[in-house]
């Protein structure tokens, strides 16, 4: 259970007196970005159930969500709250002390802070110090955080070798940290001002959809590399397909004479262009991990693929027939159409709640992966391909099975 009530004590004290009187089993966590969860749970019965777990906007896209217990939290519920912002695709980190800005926030307040002492004394505008992060340090930060970067930094020493080189300086009292330059109305206007001029007129909604789409692009960029971000957002694709029960061997299809079950997924935000829909290169995406799964059913694997066999794509056919949108659950069914020697003939229907948004027909060559030609599969492989062909050839012909770029429809 979320609780995401304003930022006062008091109204949170509150509402878990509500939640008790309702609930006596659930965890409950709240999304405070800075009230110790020990004072949240000064007023409660079960007070053990209680912990923070601290997002960061914008939630839908940004990953790092803080957990954080109280004195009396049983410890068994971090695990629980674990398990369950996994199992949405987050990155739950465990704040093992509790302390006030927790990890995330007292960061970034140090950040903050020292640039507006740089504001403060004239020594830059907002513009430049956000130039001086989101040219530089920012983009590095973004997939490896501080304490990585710096150990980079360091060489072949890492960051024994940056501590040796830098830490005297680290003394030098050219830092304000710990201190805040006054608020004056002055001082406020000033900073308000730049920060309003460099958002040249764009409004706060347009700033979040730029945001948005350079956090999207960012995160594509770190998937390709399995990497931060990117590597949660593998993880939950990888959760959800498994989440699926689609089958993986020839003897899971439960049907072989029906098409064949072969990708099941809810649209990603990745996945949309700037129409707001899935975007015609996702498509052939999710018909390419179809075609990878039949291939996996019968047969042709990592581990077959490892001995020097696999299948090469040698023709795609897509018909767009509908929109697919953010969050919409898309399912691929797959069906054999032919299987020779060494091709494969695959047909693809993509459906939403039964409506077909699109169709994929795929022609596949089996290829020695030493030579690069053309060669037979193995015997287990063509058996299961046959087998499926003839069991699924009493289906009626898809409508625009062989169908050309232009044909009338």
Request: aromatic share 6%; hydrophobic share 45%; charged share 25%.
């Given at each position: 259970?979320?609780?995401?009530?304003?930022?006062?004590?008091?109204?949170?004290?509150?509402?878990?007196?509500?939640?008790?009187?309702?609930?006596?089993?659930?965890?409950?966590?709240?999304?405070?970005?800075?009230?110790?969860?020990?004072?949240?749970?000064?007023?409660?019965?079960?007070?053990?159930?209680?912990?923070?777990?601290?997002?960061?906007?914008?939630?839908?896209?940004?990953?790092?969500?803080?957990?954080?217990?109280?004195?009396?939290?049983?410890?068994?519920?971090?695990?629980r709250?674990?398990?369950?912002?996994?199992g949405?695709?987050?990155?739950?980190?465990?704040?093992?002390?509790?302390?006030?800005?927790?990890?995330?926030?007292?960061?970034?307040?140090?950040?903050?802070?020292?640039?507006?002492?740089?504001?403060?004394?004239?020594?830059?505008?907002?513009?430049?110090?956000?130039?001086?992060?989101?040219?530089?340090?920012?983009?590095?930060?973004?997939?490896?955080?501080?304490?990585?970067?710096?150990h980079?930094?360091?060489?072949?020493?890492?960051?024994r070798?940056?501590?040796?080189?830098f830490?005297?300086c680290?003394?030098?009292?050219?830092?304000?940290?710990?201190?805040?330059?006054?608020?004056?109305?002055?001082?406020?206007?000033?900073?308000?001002?730049?920060?309003?001029?460099?958002?040249?007129?764009?409004?706060?909604r347009?700033?979040?959809?730029?945001?948005?789409?350079?956090?999207?692009?960012?995160?594509?960029?770190?998937?390709?590399?399995?990497?931060?971000?990117?590597?949660?957002?593998?993880?939950?694709?990888?959760?959800?397909?498994?989440?699926?029960?689609?089958?993986?061997?020839?003897?899971?299809?439960?049907?072989?004479?029906?098409?064949?079950?072969?990708?099941?997924?809810?649209?990603?935000?990745?996945?949309?262009?700037?129409?707001?829909?899935?975007?015609?290169?996702?498509?052939?995406?999710?018909?390419?991990?179809?075609?990878?799964?039949?291939?996996?059913?019968?047969?042709?694997?990592?581990?077959?693929?490892?001995?020097?066999?696999?299948?090469?794509?040698?023709?795609?056919?897509?018909r767009?027939?509908?929109?697919?949108?953010?969050?919409?659950?898309?399912?691929?069914?797959?069906?054999?159409?032919?299987?020779?020697?060494?091709?494969?003939?695959?047909?693809?229907?993509?459906?939403r709640?039964?409506?077909?948004?699109?169709?994929?027909?795929?022609?596949?060559?089996?290829?020695?992966?030493?030579?690069?030609?053309?060669?037979?599969?193995?015997?287990?492989?063509?058996?299961?391909?046959?087998?499926?062909?003839?069991?699924?050839?009493?289906?009626?012909?898809?409508?625009?099975l062989?169908?050309?770029?232009?044909?009338?429809?």
């Open positions: 259970m979320i609780e995401a009530v304003p930022e006062r004590l008091e109204v949170k004290q509150t509402v878990y007196v509500e939640i008790e009187a309702a609930n006596a089993e659930a965890l409950i966590a709240s999304s405070t970005s800075g009230i110790m969860p020990s004072d949240l749970q000064a007023k409660m019965g079960r007070t053990e159930r209680l912990i923070v777990a601290h997002p960061f906007n914008p939630v839908y896209l940004l990953p790092l969500v803080e957990l954080v217990s109280g004195r009396r939290t049983d410890p068994a519920m971090i695990d709250a674990r398990d369950l912002f996994n949405i695709g987050m990155y739950p980190l465990h704040c093992r002390v509790e302390i006030e800005g927790f990890l995330s926030d007292r960061l970034q307040e140090a950040l903050w802070r020292e640039a507006l002492w740089l504001l403060k004394d004239e020594v830059a505008t907002a513009q430049e110090i956000d130039a001086a992060i989101a040219y530089g340090p920012g983009l590095r930060r973004a997939q490896m955080g501080t304490m990585q970067t710096f980079l930094a360091g060489g072949e020493g890492g960051m070798a940056m501590l040796a080189m830490g005297p680290l003394k030098w009292p050219w830092t304000k940290l710990m201190d805040v330059p006054e608020l004056t109305g002055d001082f406020v206007n000033r900073v308000g001002d730049q920060c309003e001029a460099q958002a040249r007129g764009r409004t706060p347009d700033l979040e959809r730029i945001r948005d789409d350079n956090l999207v692009a960012i995160t594509r960029a770190l998937k390709l590399r399995d990497w931060g971000a990117g590597a949660v957002a593998n993880a939950q694709e990888a959760r959800l397909t498994r989440c699926a029960r689609l089958p993986r061997r020839a003897d899971e299809i439960e049907d072989p004479a029906q098409t064949v079950p072969t990708l099941r997924r809810a649209v990603p935000v990745d996945w949309l262009d700037y129409n707001g829909h899935m975007t015609e290169a996702r498509y052939l995406d999710a018909f390419a991990q179809a075609t990878d799964r039949l291939m996996e059913i019968v047969g042709c694997d990592q581990d077959y693929i490892a001995t020097g066999g696999s299948f090469f794509t040698a023709e795609t056919h897509i767009h027939l509908g929109e697919a949108l953010m969050g919409e659950v898309i399912e691929v069914h797959t069906r054999v159409i032919a299987a020779g020697s060494k091709k494969m003939h695959l047909w693809h229907e993509m459906t709640d039964g409506d077909l948004l699109a169709t994929g027909e795929h022609v596949l060559v089996h290829v020695s992966l030493e030579t690069r030609r053309p060669a037979p599969p193995s015997d287990e492989i063509a058996a299961n391909l046959a087998r499926l062909q003839k069991a699924q050839a009493g289906l009626p012909a898809p409508e625009g062989g169908r050309h770029v232009g044909a009338p429809r």
